[in-house]
T-cell receptor, first 112, second 115 residues
């Protein structure tokens, strides 16, 4: 069964600090991996999307990495801000289609 | 314009009511999706429309009835719902549903409460 696992489940950091979120997947065949940010009660917003051949992709203070051999991805947030408080969801797309397998998310809270 | 809009934002309905959720996009996308999301859980796919035809139905109960009147609009008709159907209902769209690399753009969701 295709699965996407994320860690940690939740994380609290101080404003200005960096953090890294992890994602492991077993989806096969693999097409691409996405990271979404979801504020409470709102729809997910895409941060990055990476295909098999891409190792890293940045979007402002967000940098995602992908190791397709070990089926692992990470999302690094630099110089965190209060507005970064949200759920971060790792999503993997199966090859040949656009069906997505969602991870359970990491709930990030940035405090003063 | 990369926006997917959903109405209403909030909906409270009784178990005997009939209501509809609406989703709209003007990005020229040909695939549209309905998801259901319970609190602290990831979104669960319900339906996919491709070129205005129902392409995927993830064994959703018949009390949920999707409709795609045209390429920009997607409705979800609700009838005789149960309290456990209370959730955030998300609509999404993508350029196409094949190939796998097309970005899915999500709407803000409709928060549904069934009493």
């Amino acid at each position: 069964k295709n699965q996407v696992e994320q860690s940690p489940q939740s994380l609290i950091i101080l404003e200005g600090k960096n953090c890294t979120l992890q994602c492991n997947y077993t989806v096969s065949p693999f097409s691409n991996l996405r990271w979404y940010k979801q504020d409470t009660g709102r729809g997910p917003v895409s941060l990055t999307i990476m295909t098999f051949s891409e190792n890293t992709k940045s979007n402002g203070r967000y940098t995602a990495t992908l190791d397709a051999d070990t089926k692992q991805s990470s999302l690094h947030i630099t110089a965190s801000q209060l507005s970064d408080s949200a759920s971060y969801i790792c999503v993997v797309s199966e090859g040949g289609g656009n069906k997505l397998t969602f991870g359970t998310g990491t709930q990030l809270k940035v405090e003063l | 314009d990369t926006e997917v809009t959903q109405t209403p934002k909030h909906l409270v309905m009784g178990m005997t009511n009939k209501k509809s959720l609406k989703c709209e996009q003007h990005m020229g996308h040909r695939a549209m999706y309905w998801y259901k999301q319970k609190a602290k859980k990831p979104p669960e796919l319900m339906f996919v429309y491709s070129y205005e035809k129902l392409s995927i139905n993830e064994s959703v109960p018949s009390r949920f009835s999707p409709e795609c009147p045209n390429s920009s609009l997607l409705n979800l008709h609700l009838h005789a719902l149960q309290p456990e159907d209370s959730a955030l209902y998300l609509c999404a769209s993508s350029q196409d549903m094949t190939g796998g690399a097309y970005e899915q753009y999500f709407g803000p969701g409709t928060r549904l409460t069934v009493t």
